[in-house]
């Protein structure tokens, strides 16, 4: 699953396009490197999201399935590492 969509999905960020600008201005890291938009998800990952007044890593837990996401509990998803705030 590309790594917009699931910050999407998983409800972190509210519209995928502000993933995207997160993404494509280095303030999201998969696994310590910074990725593109497209970058593919695996179960497993770490991501350090750089929100402008918080920092928050987390660890992927399962990838959504698109159809049931209207069902599923997102904070299945992923579990919180770390949030510290700046």
Not at 12 to 30: F, Q, S
Not at 44 to 56: E, N, S, Y
């Amino acid at each position: 699953m590309r790594l917009d969509l699931f910050l999407k999905l998983s409800r972190l960020v509210k519209r995928r396009t502000v993933a995207h600008e997160m993404c494509e201005a280095g303030r999201v890291h998969v696994n310590g490197h910074e990725t593109k938009p497209s970058k593919e998800l695996k179960q497993g990952d770490r991501i350090a999201l750089l929100f402008t007044t918080k920092v928050v890593e987390l660890k992927v837990l399962a990838l959504p399935d698109r159809k049931s996401m209207q069902k599923a509990n997102v904070t299945d998803l992923y579990r919180i590492i770390i949030e510290k705030n700046e």
